[in-house]
């Protein structure tokens, strides 16, 4: 399970529960219910419209559930304005005030608490150090990059030691490079303070590299919460399956019964009967959806394999190749080759063979 | 050899001298013949007719008379900023926070005022305020007085219907720059531990400056030239310099005087850019940071 590296005595935990949020007609998050560990990092992962917003907020304190409660450290505050929860908060545009300068900026919430002048202005530099942003008080936000000011932002929100640090898509509105390098950066100040941190991000890389664990929402349902590891090997549902990573899937009737976790054969509509693992129990004839990912795919020849397909085009990505296959009854295929491994990739038009080991096809019930 | 790309118009951000002057000729042209002709030849006159003196401008600023209209303009153009300030940044607010229907009428009442003519508006005013006029009727009415008040020629009448006539000036600017303030700021302030007095002290209301700088500058310079409203509604008692220059020049024709007297108050004007030329700049007249 996951081991926070170093948990500070302030960082606590959250809890949800059973929370449901009604925008008119539209159910934004329905029935949701986690656990954050002290000190974890946790991100919320989904695409737009799937609620993820919608509970970061309720957790903030702008939005206030129809039903169930938000627990902040045991405390139930799911009432309380945002103002009273003490809690960071990093926005997806910096919103770093454009009239204060940088370390007027960052001493603000100490000046919302009443902390003196002098003490407000050395906590403000240390945290601008913290972000290594030191010599940079004076100026104001708009003289800054946009990588400088979300440092700043993170600054300002950690300065008053808040006991969760809750994150809304920061690093969206920055260029690729610079969000990879804030993405290891931020992970570790958050390993350094040790703060609990719930992360809102709809781009599953960021959420595999950054967080501890993460839940995968889509249309205000919690579909899973796991480890990065467990999501990628172990999708508990066909939509964590693709949304999380690329994956191959295929539409086919269960031969015989299986129990969770068993293997199951599969007649797909190929005509072809394969065998898979069934993540649910299986009932004979049942329509399931097969999911493989394009790396769990090998090249045999065309009479060895499984499946045979034809190679319809070759993606060259430097450490790795890419095939996209198509089969006899015009299913399309990716299967990925990495880089080293390439010698033996076919040409175009070829007729290959394909094998997998049985528990990496992946048999999700409920063909949709 | 390779051409400069010729960029005359379209080309770029920035337009070459010639055609900047090109675009903006018509109206400098107008500016020139409207504005600074007639105002440099009543400058003239007020310092070199009948000879080369500064007696006209020493009559204008020693005579009691011309300098209790003086004060009183200025008086008065600053009560009506202030009034106008007060009523406009709620109502800034509200629009800044609404959209849809409720947005379409809260500009629409804040523009149709200023589609109609000021002169109508006056005479509203003075259909209001005279001695058998709507408030006074309502008043006895009610029983609260037992003879009509004088509410009409008197400063405070001058005072509400001018703060009336130019509050668009006011809410404009100022919702303008309230608009512009995304609410990821107060969001950001109250996750701050910033309460919403607070988030309003510290955030909102110094983010909404450049707006009430310019909407005070325009109302309080519109309320010293100001002319229909106070010369109905204050009458001669509450004469304001307008009136005043437009009186000399009328009835006195003395050009030379007149000339004086917008000379003070332009020098007065002008001395009042300079000093808040620090805090304010001349691009916020025109709305948002």
Excluded at chain 1, 104 to 124: Q, W
Excluded at chain 1, 139 to 145: M, T, Y
Excluded at chain 2, 93 to 115: C, D, E, N, Y
Excluded at chain 2, 247 to 258: G, H, K, N, P, T
Aim: charged share 15%; hydrophobic share 50%.
């Amino acid at each position: 399970m996951v081991q926070p590296v170093e948990v500070s005595s302030r960082s606590v935990g959250i809890g949800i529960r059973g929370i449901v949020k009604r925008f008119g007609a539209v159910t934004a998050v329905d029935e949701v219910s986690l656990a954050v560990e002290p000190g974890e990092f946790l991100a919320l992962l989904g695409p737009s419209g799937s609620g993820k917003t919608t509970i970061l907020m309720a957790i903030a304190g702008f939005e206030y559930p129809d039903e169930g409660e938000i627990l902040v450290g045991g405390e139930d505050v799911t009432w309380t304005p945002p103002y009273h929860r003490n809690l960071g908060m990093v926005f997806q545009k910096y919103t770093l005030f454009p009239h204060m300068s940088v370390l007027e900026n960052i001493a603000f919430p100490l000046k919302m608490r009443g902390v003196g002048r002098a003490e407000r202005e050395e906590r403000a530099r240390t945290a601008l150090a913290t972000v290594r942003l030191d010599g940079f008080g004076e100026r104001k936000p708009a003289q800054l990059s946009g990588g400088q000011q979300q440092r700043v932002a993170i600054a300002r929100a950690i300065v008053y030691k808040p006991r969760v640090l809750l994150m809304d898509e920061p690093l969206s509105a920055l260029d690729k490079n610079l969000r990879e390098e804030m993405q290891i950066e931020t992970k570790q100040l958050q390993r350094e303070i040790g703060v609990t941190v719930v992360f809102v991000t709809h781009d599953q890389t960021e959420a595999l590299t950054m967080a501890d664990r993460v839940a995968v929402l889509d249309h205000g349902r919690l579909q899973q919460i796991g480890t990065p590891h467990e999501l990628y090997e172990a999708p508990k549902s066909a939509f964590v399956a693709g949304f999380i990573g690329e994956t191959n899937f295929w539409q086919g009737e269960a031969r015989g019964a299986a129990a969770a976790g068993r293997v199951v054969s599969v007649e797909l509509a190929e005509g072809v009967t394969i065998e898979a693992t069934a993540v649910d129990a299986v009932t004979e004839r049942a329509k399931l959806r097969v999911a493989i990912r394009p790396e769990r795919l090998s090249l045999t020849a065309p009479e060895q394999g499984l499946l045979s397909a034809r190679v319809e085009q070759e993606i060259y990505a430097g450490n790795a190749t890419t095939l996209l296959l198509s089969t006899a009854s015009g299913q399309s295929l990716k299967l990925r080759l990495p880089a080293g491994s390439a010698m033996q990739a076919p040409a175009m038009g070829d007729l290959v063979g394909l094998r997998w080991a049985a528990q990496d096809a992946r048999a999700f019930g409920g063909a949709a | 050899m390779s051409a400069r790309p010729h960029r005359w118009l379209l080309g770029g951000r920035h337009y070459s001298s010639a055609a900047s002057l090109a675009l903006a000729a018509p109206f400098l042209i107008l500016a020139f013949v409207t504005f600074l002709l007639p105002l440099g030849s009543l400058l003239h006159e007020s310092l070199f007719v009948p000879a080369p003196t500064l007696a006209h401008y020493e009559r204008a600023v020693t005579a009691p008379v011309y300098l209790r209209v003086m004060l009183r303009t200025l008086r008065i153009a600053a009560i009506v900023t202030a009034l106008a300030l007060l009523l406009a940044w709620p109502l800034a607010l509200v629009m800044a926070r609404s959209t849809g229907l409720k947005l379409a009428i809260l500009v629409a009442s804040v523009l149709l005022p200023l589609w109609t003519s000021v002169l109508v508006r006056t005479y509203a005013w003075m259909v209001l305020l005279q001695k058998n006029g709507v408030i006074n009727q309502m008043l006895m009415a009610s029983g609260l007085v037992d003879e009509p008040l004088k509410l009409l020629y008197t400063e405070t009448a001058v005072v509400i219907a001018m703060g009336h006539v130019l509050l668009p000036f006011m809410v404009l600017p100022i919702y303008s720059a309230l608009r512009g303030i995304p609410d990821d700021y107060s969001r950001a302030a109250q996750m701050l531990g910033a309460s919403e007095w607070a988030t309003f002290r510290e955030v909102i209301f110094p983010l909404s400056l450049p707006g009430v700088t310019s909407g005070c500058l325009m109302v309080f310079l519109l309320a010293l030239g100001f002319f229909v409203t106070p010369a109905l509604i204050g009458g001669p008692q509450q004469m304001m310099i307008a009136t005043l220059v437009s009186q000399q020049v009328r009835e006195m024709l003395d050009w030379s005087f007149a000339g004086a007297l917008v000379g003070v108050m332009l020098a007065f004007v002008l001395l009042l850019a300079l000093i808040f030329k620090r805090a304010v700049r001349l691009d916020r007249f025109v709305g948002s940071a």
